[in-house]
């Protein structure tokens, strides 16, 4: 019996019953001198909403003591796409589930998985912190059993599921060998609890795949280490040994961790993460911030200095969405964690201030060098920088259509006008500028900075940004209208709008001097309409 057919035989529920497909990417290829980059689609696997979890769970929930457990217990974030997947399968195995959870940043998606979880089959504990998990009850890290219920570590990490995700080596040879792509020489995966990353390497190598994973790490160091993504794949292999697949764990691929994307910590979307979202979505693959974001952010990265083979593979690991949800979701939280989503007065959407947090300058290797190199202008403003300045005035120079009015006076105008601004609104022109600048690399991949652009690049790529919609179409609109705003405080741009006055000489000449003096009413007098009205009506 060959070793695929051995791996077919594994424990399984039978939620992966077909290959997720592959999306080729050709024209992002060929724009970071690639011969090929593919997506592996997980997120396109039929059963349970998709995702990486489904692989694990798929063995995981079929072998014991869960396959016979009427309920099952696992820990994970508010948020967690894990405990979403857990949810899913106890409503589909006619089982409960004991959600235990620590909290993390809002966001959008965080509150779907939320509300999807505790509209399930759920029991809901709250932490405030991870720190919290390990002071009040060690045993969710630790122990096999919580409270009578089988115990899913975070991830679901066991020998088991990590075998599952396994199964999905052969399942890319497959693809391979059916000439939907050829061998890839580097993988691109999310690295949370290390199972998916593991899983891959050891299944790829069992499958005679020769590739690099590399595992972009989504936690903090001390969560994640080479140590332990070696000894998550050797206790997969004990297990399948154990269920008759013979092979060692020096058969798994290198697996490279990169731990450049981490930003500011666990769940909380990045500069680079969600620029590497708007990406993807541009070439029609769904992605987010927190995990696939920030993978394919170290893959634009290592692009962008020339770190990549010929031939990439990126695998998504995202669940499919909506998640359904009950309408009353919030009222099965437990008070704390209610209380919690209370104080935050607004849900903490992936919006443009998280967004433009560093401006995208941030992206690609090549970034900081970028910032410096800009000419000697005299400038003298009490809010834009220099450099700033220069981005303002190029945007004029392309969005506004006023000859008459040169750019570097609109970015005096605009100077102006921000001088009583909160400083919040300050801020966020800060970032503006830096995306707009330093953006063109890593999301349209041209050479040069925006300023350093012809009149033609700049135009297409300003209208690249509002091509893509969502957030960079808002990035788009707000410089824009920051433009308009400073050309038009010039009464030079009147003119060629066809607008005549208030002018002193078409005024009377008692005006002269006050020419908006003109637009006020006479005593008594009524609006045009309204006096044609009386007018009318008149016996």
Not at 90 to 98: E, F, H, N, Q
Not at 492 to 512: I, T
Request: proline residues 7%; contains cysteine; glycine residues 10%.
């Amino acid at each position: 019996m060959s070793l695929a057919e051995a791996m077919n035989r594994l424990p399984s529920v039978g939620w992966v019953a077909e290959p997720s497909p592959l999306t080729p990417l050709p024209t992002l290829a060929r724009h970071l001198g690639l011969a090929a980059l593919h997506v592996k689609r997980d997120d396109l696997l039929p059963g349970l909403h998709g995702g990486n979890k489904l692989r694990k769970l798929d063995v995981l929930l079929a072998t014991a003591p869960f396959k016979d457990a009427p309920r099952i217990a696992s820990l994970g974030a508010i948020g967690s796409g894990h405990l979403a997947a857990c949810a899913a399968a106890s409503t589909a195995l006619g089982k409960t589930l004991a959600a235990h959870m620590f909290d993390e940043p809002l966001s959008e998606g965080v509150l779907e998985n939320l509300a999807f979880v505790a509209s399930g089959p759920s029991a809901i504990t709250f932490y405030g912190s991870r720190l919290e998990v390990g002071l009040r009850k060690p045993g969710l890290v630790l122990a096999p059993v919580i409270d009578g219920a089988p115990m899913i570590p975070p991830g679901g990490t066991l020998p088991a599921a990590v075998a599952g995700f396994a199964r999905a080596g052969f399942e890319l040879r497959a693809q391979i060998d059916a000439g939907l792509l050829e061998p890839p020489e580097v993988i691109y995966c999310a690295l949370g609890t290390a199972g998916t990353a593991a899983g891959l390497a050891l299944g790829l190598g069992m499958a005679g795949v020769k590739a690099e994973v590399r595992a972009v790490s989504t936690v903090e160091r001390v969560f994640a280490s080479a140590r332990l993504v070696r000894r998550v794949i050797e206790g997969a292999a004990r297990f399948l040994n154990e269920h008759g697949v013979a092979c060692t764990a020096a058969q798994a691929l290198p697996v490279r961790l990169l731990r450049s994307q981490l930003g500011r910590g666990y769940g909380i979307p990045s500069a680079q993460s969600i620029a590497a979202v708007e990406v993807l979505r541009s070439e029609g693959v769904a992605s987010e911030p927190v995990y696939t974001g920030k993978a394919f952010a170290a893959l634009l990265a290592d692009a962008a200095a020339h770190k990549l083979g010929k031939r990439v593979l990126f695998w998504s690991t995202l669940r499919r969405g909506p998640l359904p949800h009950d309408v009353d979701w919030r009222d099965k939280l437990p008070p704390r964690l209610s209380k919690r989503l209370d104080r935050a007065t607004t849900p903490s959407k992936l919006g443009r201030r998280v967004f433009l947090l560093g401006g995208a300058a941030a992206l690609g290797a090549c970034a900081m060098p970028r910032f410096f190199g800009y000419r000697e202008i005299g400038w003298t403003g009490a809010v834009l920088q220099s450099w700033e300045a220069e981005v303002i005035a190029a945007a004029a120079t392309t969005l506004s259509g006023v000859a008459a009015v040169g750019g570097l006076v609109v970015a005096a105008n605009v100077d102006r006008y921000l001088v009583p601004m909160p400083d919040r609104v300050k801020t966020e022109v800060h970032e503006l500028c830096a995306l707009v600048e330093h953006g063109t690399t890593p999301l349209a991949l041209m050479g040069k900075r925006f300023t350093k652009l012809d009149a033609a690049g700049r135009e297409a790529w300003l209208l690249s940004l509002n091509a893509r919609g969502g957030l960079l179409a808002q990035a788009f609109r707000g410089l824009r209208d920051l433009v308009m705003l400073g050309a038009y405080q010039d009464d030079r741009s009147w003119r060629g709008l066809g607008y005549a006055g208030p002018w002193p000489d078409v005024n009377a000449p008692e005006l002269v001097g006050a020419p908006y003096q003109a637009l006020r009413a006479s005593a008594g007098a009524l609006p045009q309409s309204r006096a044609a009205r009386v007018q009318g009506s008149a016996p």
